[in-house]
């Protein structure tokens, strides 16, 4: 796992380097131990949070078994 800091309005870009596709995340505000992010990703990409998903293979990832 990749742990950064980022301040209001600062971003992350990942890129999938075989295909150039592009997610950005982005702090949009942040106070009283709550963050809000925005992301942007083409359709190709389903957005969840992640106590809504269920699938093992990202329990797999998550756990790294």
């Not at 505000?29 to 809000?36: E, I, L, T």
């Not at 992010?37 to 269920?54: F, H, K, L, P, Q």
């Amino acid at each position: 796992m990749l742990v950064l800091g980022r301040r209001q309005n600062e971003s992350l870009i990942i890129t999938n380097e075989q295909t150039g596709e592009v997610i950005r995340v982005e702090l949009l505000s942040c106070d009283h131990n709550r963050g809000r992010i925005g992301i942007t990703a083409s359709d190709n990409y389903r957005i969840d949070r992640g106590e809504n998903v269920t699938d093992e293979p990202l329990a797999e990832m998550t756990t790294g078994g």
